[in-house]
């Protein structure tokens, strides 16, 4: 009888993977159409789409890299107000604590007596005590401490990165339409080739992923192009 071996594949994302995803995501898109608007604008020279798209590059990085400093630092003092307040209710409520550790235990299938024997030892460590209650009653994991400051740079640093990929063919043309077009083909690639790992690395369907990633980028730049031309008619 042949026997086959069954490997599970799962994907952990990770926090460097996520914020790579949220930093190049918005960097591939926002510079992009911010360009495309502007090279929709008459009489406008190419230089000052550099300078806009290199300034819009620098806010936007400090902004997004801010925003994952505040997501990491609220994840950080959330997880701490947590533990002070069960830190309390073990002290003060331990009767109350054991019983929800029993039932936690009691929903795993197990035994009376080895719920019991388990809650009675598991007391005797208040830090193991707190860490399981944190985890399997509340759902949280302790986080990096060096949370906020990493996510903050690798985000800032992806959109940075990512910025600059629309706005390069602007740096090897004269003429705004043409660095539009230069522009157009290189991010759409880009867009495609990074929503294709993207859903790749997530489990879902990696060509369904790259066009839709290509399509949000593309229509968001259509759309910047357009709406300069309309207002800036004559």
């Not at 235990?105 to 035994?111: D, H, K, N």
């Not at 388990?118 to 944190?134: G, L, N, Q, R, T």
């Amino acid at each position: 009888m042949n026997s086959q071996v069954h490997t599970e594949k799962h994907f952990n994302s990770s926090e460097l993977v996520t914020d790579i995803v949220i930093g190049m995501s918005d960097g591939l898109t926002v510079p992009f159409a911010l360009a495309a608007g502007l090279s929709g604008v008459h009489d406008i020279h190419t230089s000052t789409i550099i300078t806009a798209g290199l300034a819009e590059i620098v806010a936007g990085s400090i902004a997004m890299g801010l925003g994952g400093y505040l997501a990491g630092k609220t994840e950080i003092d959330h997880y701490n107000a947590e533990q002070k307040r069960e830190e309390w209710e073990v002290d003060n409520l331990p009767d109350k604590e054991k019983e929800e550790v029993r039932v936690i235990f009691e929903g795993m299938g197990m035994s009376p007596e080895t719920q019991r024997q388990i809650v009675e030892e598991m007391a005797k460590d208040k830090e193991k005590w707190i860490d399981f209650m944190m985890r399997y009653e509340l759902g949280l994991e302790k986080p990096d401490p060096k949370r906020a400051r990493n996510s903050a740079m690798n985000i800032g640093i992806s959109y940075i990165v990512g910025g600059l990929i629309p706005l390069s063919a602007y740096f090897f043309t004269t003429q705004p339409l043409d660095g539009l077009k230069w522009s157009a083909v290189i991010t759409v690639i880009c867009l495609f080739v990074f929503g294709f790992f993207k859903a790749k690395a997530t489990g879902q369907n990696p060509w369904a992923g790259a066009v839709r990633v290509m399509l949000i980028g593309s229509v968001a730049a259509a759309a910047a192009f357009f709406i300069a031309r309309l207002f800036n008619q004559g």
